[in-house]
């Protein structure tokens, strides 16, 4: 079971971290992404993080401002967000591609993860 937290409301320019923990089985060994859905939009890729290597990719919207790690926390992956605008107003996932270390090309095809949490809603907002 993986869970979100982190979440919450932020001016534009803020930043936010989130994190993702699994209470299950580790996710030290997996390619572990995180994605957004906004209102009325598809689900959209953010960055993955690769488990084989430590390589990182990221959407161009967010390359600079965005950084994807492994938490200090044993089983668990961050995202910071940093200079966040509205557009940054989502529901913010993390998902694990259970058969694999790497990060797909592309990463931000939802059909490469076979396991995904509930989600924290950031908001962007003055």
């Known amino acids: 079971r993986l869970v979100e937290s982190g979440g919450g409301l932020v001016q534009p320019g803020g930043s936010l971290r989130l994190s993702c923990a699994s209470s299950?089985?580790?996710?030290?060994?997996?390619?572990v992404a995180w994605f957004r859905q906004a209102p009325g939009k598809e689900r959209e890729g953010v960055s993955c993080?690769?488990?084989?290597?430590?390589?990182?990719f990221y959407a161009d919207s967010v390359k600079g401002r965005f950084t994807i790690s492994r938490g200090d926390a044993k089983n668990t992956v961050t995202l910071e967000m940093n200079s966040l605008t509205p557009e940054g107003t989502a529901v913010y996932y993390c998902a694990v591609d259970g058969g694999s270390s790497w990060c797909a090309s592309p990463f931000s095809n939802p059909v490469e993860y076979d396991y995904w949490g509930q989600g924290t809603q950031v908001t962007v907002s003055s």
């Open positions: 993080i690769s488990s084989a290597d430590g390589r990182t």
């Open positions: 299950g089985a580790t996710m030290d060994y997996f390619a």
